[in-house]
């Protein structure tokens, strides 16, 4: 079973940055690939950035440019970096974990504000 902790949402301006923080409870190598979904009330989760074991990245066109996905290997985190929020960045924001036979963990979510 994989537990995964998100961190570091709030209240920002436009303009300004975050960055969320996800710590596994094992190796992150482990997995096929780390990533971040966001949501808003009444709408899908959508696609925000992965990143694979290899190291490939991927973003959503509305994040590319803005957002960078990293992880820090010996603490078993991966990180979402955001620089010029928009408003339209709030929502809930999940980070997931892709396991073998395409299963998916996620954690709890952490709310991400972008308002003057």
């Known amino acids: 079973q994989v537990q995964l902790e998100e961190s570091g949402g709030g209240l920002v301006q436009p303009g300004g940055s975050l960055r969320l923080s996800c710590a596994a409870s094992?190796?992150?190598?482990?997995?096929?690939?780390m990533g971040w979904s966001r949501q808003t009330p009444g709408k899908q989760r959508e696609f925000v950035a992965e990143l694979t074991t290899s190291g490939r990245t991927n973003y959503s066109d509305s994040v590319k440019g803005r957002f960078t996905i990293s992880r820090d290997n010996a603490k078993n985190t991966v990180y979402l970096q955001m620089n010029n929020l928009k408003p339209e960045d709030t929502a809930v924001y999940y980070c997931?974990?892709?396991?073998?036979?395409?299963?998916?963990?996620w954690g709890q979510g952490t709310q991400v504000t972008v308002s003057s």
């Open positions: 997931y974990a892709s396991l073998v036979l395409a299963q998916r963990a």
């Open positions: 094992r190796s992150i190598f482990s997995f096929v690939a």
